[in-house]
């Protein structure tokens, strides 16, 4: 069970952890990616500390089965759990986009051309962090590409679980998220360029923005107001329906 701060009672201990869950809520920041620039200093150094604190809190997520040992844990961050995240700040996000638009404009009518046309062009110009985070599957049979078995559904539901703890504790820290499916950034050429290894699989893009960051557009969430209530998704199982034969009497 978890305590509430010694500063604080059980009563606003939940409403703060109600309330960030409640507010947290999809935000694109939309910019030109020919716009793409640094922050100002003191912008991107806050920026680097509540992140760099997400990231801590974000590691608390529950996980059940370590990471696959000779396939995950032989070289770079060798913890067991089953997720890595990658951060980009500004500078990297604007290598990035001149990479991307490189690749474009050598490749006219490819995966890259296309993929400059797609919104995520625009989020990486106007987002202020990107958290690439990857889940670490276990491989399939005899070595081969994994498939959606019990561990690997598990290494996906904790990674889920630390993204959504990164975006919680962003969120209260002040900062806009948005987790995206990447789009070009699930790209293996991609991940080859960021470092992350091709073992390792997307689980989100996660972007976080100041909110000070100028946009030339904000987009929020498509789901946002469409997921009904608690009757809609939950349903209670009624000691009535379990009713088996009385074999005990
Ligand atoms: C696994 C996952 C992938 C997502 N990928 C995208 C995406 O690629 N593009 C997008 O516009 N939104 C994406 N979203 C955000 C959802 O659209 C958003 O969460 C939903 O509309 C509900 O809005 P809310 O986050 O404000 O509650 C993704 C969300 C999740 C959980």
Redesign the pocket.
Known sequence: MSQPPLNQTRADFVAAVDHVIRE?????VLRDPGDCADLPFEVAAQLRAAVRESLEVAGWAPFHKPAHKETHLQGGPASIVPWRFYVLEKPALCALLKRLRAQALANPDSKWSRAWET?ITRVIAGTGALVMTTWLPDPGPDGGAPVLNENNQEHIAAA?AA?QNLMLAAEARGLQT??????ILNDGEVFDWLGIPRAQKL???VFLAPTELPGDAF??????D??GGPAEWSIWVDADRLAAPDVLA
């Open positions: 947290r809520k999809t935000l694109k919104k889920s993204i948005y987790w995206s499916t990447g789009g689980a989100g893009a987009e929020g969430g498509s789901w946002r469409k997921r």
